[in-house]
């Protein structure tokens, strides 16, 4: 059995080392000079820093993206580091304390901050506890099989029941049948903004999982009531360590990872796949691809519109995707931990969220100056610096097209601006940057080939339905964050590995 793989990113390669670990021919293509797509850690001058994901849910052993590591037999090939985050907001910061004070101190916090909210704030707790419970046996409902399966999915579905009445409500309907203040709904829709998607058209019943508690201070036990929280851990010197435990597993069953390698045609011969053609010519037979990447390269380019109905092309138009990044990587040779206390802190100046995503959409870039996040890798892995310096990631959502100019044209005075923003919080970055690294959204764009760069895909907005795993074309299945799994991490690799368990099925 031979199954093709185009893209290296996080569902290419977890589904690439199910399969090869289950005597599949596997072999890998990928487009770029080097694997992982945006879960790659790249390096310059002897510092190293992650050009996606940072502070990671999924990998305590309780969660999907642990279990699927565990069942491919490589989760201790990767060092985690549990850790949490700050946020912070023009007129306040939510820090863990010094002294541990429970697991609802950002509840009492913000009580203190808006005393008229106090019955809001006990109310939204009650839910974001139910909601926690809800993913809890959500999660453990993916690993387990027969009765136990079944008892699961009935508590869920109990649970459930208590919070069905917001099933269709958007995350603004949320925070406003919770809150008042606009500051406080800033706080729990501030996250939205990280993934541009407009308060009033993401999923209410979301919320509390973007605003896990555990998330702002690690000390808060993992067990509670109807379940264990979720968690966030670093990886040890970047993400880049999962993509090798990845692509280790599958070349040491077998399988082939071919770099430079741009898939530029899926074969069809009525309504099935016969093989792929890359950008060199070369034309390689298969009956299986797997595809991940932009769903519209790989829908109107790779496969083509003649093979799709017009329902699948309509729903592809209508979907809102998220925008863009622009990130400014610098190695510095000075300790920046004094002025930041952990290694993550996002930094919000505006309290409208929804009114800064629509600014966004109409492609004008706002500068630094709705807020930017700041990432120290070192201070928690060393090694991604040379001894005794510092690697440091600022980075900010931004238009994927700019309305006025091109992000060629501004890359660096945008990166000096940001840089500046950034000095308000950590003076100094200016002079004592050794080295910088830029990545605006058309980096991305090309580092990834996409026609149109989003951060994380398809943005989870309600009522909306990505591309399924399994496509029009019999043999041709769609992987990673535009398809029907969702983007992050882990939703790519929870979408990979139940694709390459259908196929192992059918085997
Ligand atoms: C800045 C940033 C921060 C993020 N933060 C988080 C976070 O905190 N938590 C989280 O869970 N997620 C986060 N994400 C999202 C998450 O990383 C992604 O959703 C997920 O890793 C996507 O994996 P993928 O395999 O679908 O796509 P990708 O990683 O994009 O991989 C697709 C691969 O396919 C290759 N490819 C495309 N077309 C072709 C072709 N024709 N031929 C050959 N190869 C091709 C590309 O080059 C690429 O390597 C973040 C993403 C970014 C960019």
Same mark, same amino acid.
């Given at each position: 059995m031979k199954a093709i793989i185009i893209g290296s990113g996080m569902a290419g390669l977890t589904a690439g080392a199910y399969l090869a670990r289950e005597n599949y021919e596997v072999i890998v293509y990928e487009? #770029?000079? %080097? *694997?992982?797509? +945006? $879960?790659a850690t790249i390096t310059q001058d002897g510092y190293s820093w992650d050009i996606g994901p940072l502070l990671l849910e999924g990998l305590a052993p309780h969660e999907k993206l642990a279990k699927i590591l565990m069942e491919l037999g490589i989760y201790n090939k990767i060092e985690v580091i549990k850790e949490d985050r700050g946020q912070s907001f023009p007129d306040f910061q939510v820090w863990r304390p010094e002294k541990y004070e429970g697991p609802y101190w950002r509840r009492d916090y913000f009580k203190s901050l808006f005393p008229e909210e106090s019955e809001g704030l006990d109310n939204y707790y009650k839910f974001y506890d139910r909601m926690m419970a809800i993913a809890y046996l959500g999660n453990q409902s993916l690993f387990v099989k027969g009765l136990k399966a079944i008892g699961i999915k009935l508590k869920l579905l109990i649970k459930f029941l208590k919070v069905k009445k917001f099933k269709d409500w958007s995350a603004s309907q949320i925070t406003d049948y919770y809150f008042k203040d606009q500051k406080l709904k800033a706080v729990y829709l501030g996250i939205l903004a990280d993934m541009v998607v407009k308060p009033s058209e993401f999923f209410g019943l979301g919320v509390p999982f973007f605003n896990v508690e555990t998330a702002f201070d &690690?000390? *808060? =036990? *993992? &067990? #509670?009531q109807g379940g264990k929280f979720p968690v966030y851990h670093y990886i040890k010197n970047g993400c880049g360590e999962l993509v090798k435990a990845l692509a280790d597993l599958i070349t040491e069953n077998g399988g082939k990872i071919f770099t430079n390698s741009k898939v530029q045609k899926i074969i069809i011969k009525d309504a099935k796949v016969e093989g792929i053609q890359l950008e060199n010519g070369e034309i390689i037979e298969t009956d299986l691809v797997l595809a991940s990447g932009g769903m519209f390269n790989t829908f109107y380019? /790779? +496969? !083509? &519109? %003649?093979? /799709?109905s017009e329902d699948f092309i309509k729903n592809i138009e209508g979907i809102t995707l998220m925008e863009s990044v622009f990130m400014v990587h610098l190695g510095i040779d000075f300790d920046p931990s004094r002025f930041q206390r952990a290694a993550l802190c996002y930094y919000y100046l505006t309290y409208d969220i929804e009114g800064a995503i629509k600014k966004m959409r109409d492609g004008h870039y706002h500068e630094g100056s709705d807020g930017f996040l700041i990432y120290i890798p070192t201070m928690h892995s060393p090694e991604m610096a040379p001894p005794g310096k510092h690697a440091i990631t600022i980075y900010t959502v931004g238009p994927h097209k700019l309305k006025e100019g091109t992000w060629e044209e501004k890359r660096e005075e945008f990166a000096d601006k940001l840089i500046m923003e950034a000095e308000k919080i950590i003076p100094g970055l200016y002079e004592g940057s050794e080295t910088r690294k830029i990545m605006t959204p058309d980096d991305f764009k090309k580092r990834i080939n996409v026609l149109r760069h989003s #951060?994380? !895909? $398809?943005? =989870? +907005? /309600? !009522?909306q339905s990505n591309p399924p795993h399994k496509t029009p074309i019999e043999g041709l299945w769609y992987i990673g964050a535009y398809s029907e799994s969702g983007g992050g991490v882990t939703g790519a690799a929870v979408g990979a590995r139940n694709v390459a368990k259908m196929m192992l099925k059918k085997k």
């Open positions: 487009q #770029f000079s %080097e *694997i992982g797509g +945006v $879960t &690690k000390r *808060i =036990p *993992i &067990k #509670f380019n /790779l +496969v !083509g &519109k %003649e093979y /799709l #951060f994380g !895909g $398809t943005a =989870p +907005v /309600l !009522g």
